[in-house]
């Protein structure tokens, strides 16, 4: 698969998780110093005071639909205690958990109603270590998530994004390096008002929204899109995709109120530019000769997800979209389980399986998690994706292959994650730099330090970023 320029070889969503019983434990348990963990309480408590606004005025109300005000299924298909009414309630304060570790249950209690159900795990400290444990984590893979992040916010460019200065190839791409970054900082429920790292979330958060997405598409005289007007050969079409991922996650999570524009203005672009067959092409051209890939429809895919879980209403023909855009991922499997980077139709680029995990991971995120088509990718992937050197490792492909991994322990079975991680983190890990990023693996053109750092962020990230899983 040649994908020129590194926006090429990008591609990212998420998912995940195995999440044991509540203990009635404090967070201590959950390792580190009594200053970070003390931090930790107050990051939590931070974020739900900002969520206060979108609470209601009494101390509890009761509201009928959730999930079915869009109708719209979660990561992993809904159980029926999956519809059960959302109760919603004051946002507690920070009073209330300064000192009493039974007011910061009821405080998590509160807060928990406040994210989607999929989300609100990472950010309780206590819960995010949980699930790395639970998932066959271990304490050097968050420290190394941790340096990375410190690495990001240390290579920042001035304007807030990420592309000009140390760690980059290209200023072509600003778009997506900051899109990836900021969702590296959200994976680990830094926000705005983060202590250590909330200057750099807002200052990138600032930069998404510098230029409105209805600015980013050319129109005819009748108001008709035509394409996408990037400067690059992709004419944008994996930097608005990762844009606007990260535009509805940084709205869903902080709730800053001119955030809910754009993610709507950027969500109604990906779907009007969606190509008649059901995938996404270069420029989001809708010709029949348009270059249609499945590397830049896992993004735009990933994107569409991410809008449906903002709950943001007018978002018309967003379901139609994604099902169209799953019948497209199926076509591009041939009969040994692999992904295809272009439909068979046009010839070449279908040997190397390297989409493999971005096939399934589209599949499970929208209602075909436990589909035939799934579990045969995910053997191939088992038998021949996993490497046990950081030389042969395109971080890429890894960062899917991670997820479809783990993302099968809710659907299938466990037996897949256990096969990926038994050599997963030590390989990532153990090739981090001294100062936080991440050298090349296997190489190829437009690689950078930047991109490879938030992929590999948000790869090892995968033990609790996203939906709750069952025990590994």
């Known amino acids: 698969m040649a994908i020129v320029g590194i926006i090429g070889c990008m591609l990212a969503w998420t998912i995940v998780v195995p999440v044991g019983e509540e203990s ?10 009594v200053a970070q963990q003390q931090q ?9 005071q900002r969520q206060k606004k979108a609470q209601p005025k009494t101390q509890q109300t009761f509201r009928t639909t959730a999930i079915s005000e869009i109708s719209l299924p979660d990561f992993t298909e809904l159980e029926v205690t999956d519809l059960a009414p959302v109760v919603e309630t004051f946002a507690p304060t920070m009073s209330m958990a300064s000192s009493n570790n039974q007011a910061m249950k009821s405080a998590l209690g509160g807060m928990r109603l406040t994210l989607p159900k999929v989300m609100e795990q990472r950010c309780n400290p206590k819960k995010r270590m949980e699930r790395l444990k639970s998932g066959g984590g271990k304490d050097m893979t968050e420290k190394a998530i941790m340096k990375g992040l410190n690495w990001l916010q240390g290579v920042q460019d001035a304007d807030g994004g990420w592309g000009q200065g140390k760690g980059a190839s290209s200023d072509l ?3 997506a390096m900051c899109g990836m970054a900021i969702l590296a900082f959200l994976g680990h429920c830094e926000l705005q008002d983060s202590k250590d790292f909330g200057t750099t979330v807002k200052m990138g958060i600032d930069f998404l929204m510098a230029t409105p997405p209805d600015k980013l598409a050319n129109y005819d005289e009748n108001g008709e899109f035509l394409s996408l007007n990037g400067n690059s050969h992709q004419g944008g079409a994996y930097s608005h995709a990762i844009r606007t991922y990260a535009l509805c996650e940084a709205y869903t999570m902080t709730k800053i109120p001119k955030l809910k524009e754009f993610a709507r203005l950027a969500t109604k672009l990906l779907i009007t530019g969606q190509h008649p067959n059901g995938g996404w092409a270069y420029k989001y051209g809708k010709s029949p000769s348009s270059h249609v890939d499945l590397s830049i429809t896992g993004w735009c895919i990933q994107a569409l997800k991410a809008a449906a879980l903002t709950r943001i209403p007018d978002l018309d023909g967003l379901e139609e979209a994604m099902d169209l855009a799953i019948d497209y991922v199926k076509k591009s499997q041939d009969s040994s389980g692999r992904f295809q980077y272009l439909l068979s139709r046009h010839g070449g680029h279908s040997t190397r399986g390297s989409l493999t995990g971005t096939g399934v991971l589209c599949l499970q995120i929208w209602k075909n998690g436990k589909s035939k088509e799934v579990e045969k990718a995910l053997e191939y992937i088992i038998a021949n994706r996993l490497h046990d050197h950081w030389s042969k490792v395109d971080v890429y492909e890894w960062y899917y292959n991670a997820q479809a991994c783990f993302q099968s ?7 897949y994650w256990r096969a990926w991680n038994e050599k997963f983190q030590q390989v990532v890990v153990g090739a981090q730099a001294e100062d936080g990023h991440w050298p090349h693996g296997l190489h190829f053109h ?8 938030t992929m590999t962020i948000l790869m090892l990230e995968v033990y609790y970023r996203f939906a709750p899983m069952n025990q590994v």
């Open 24 to 33: 009635g434990s404090d967070f201590g348990d959950a390792g580190g110093p």
């Open 40 to 48: 930790e309480k107050q990051k939590v408590v931070k974020l739900m």
């Open 173 to 175: 791409y600003r778009d």
């Open 409 to 415: 322990t809710g659907e299938m079975s466990s037996r």
């Open 446 to 453: 437009g690689d950078s330090e930047i991109f490879r750092t």
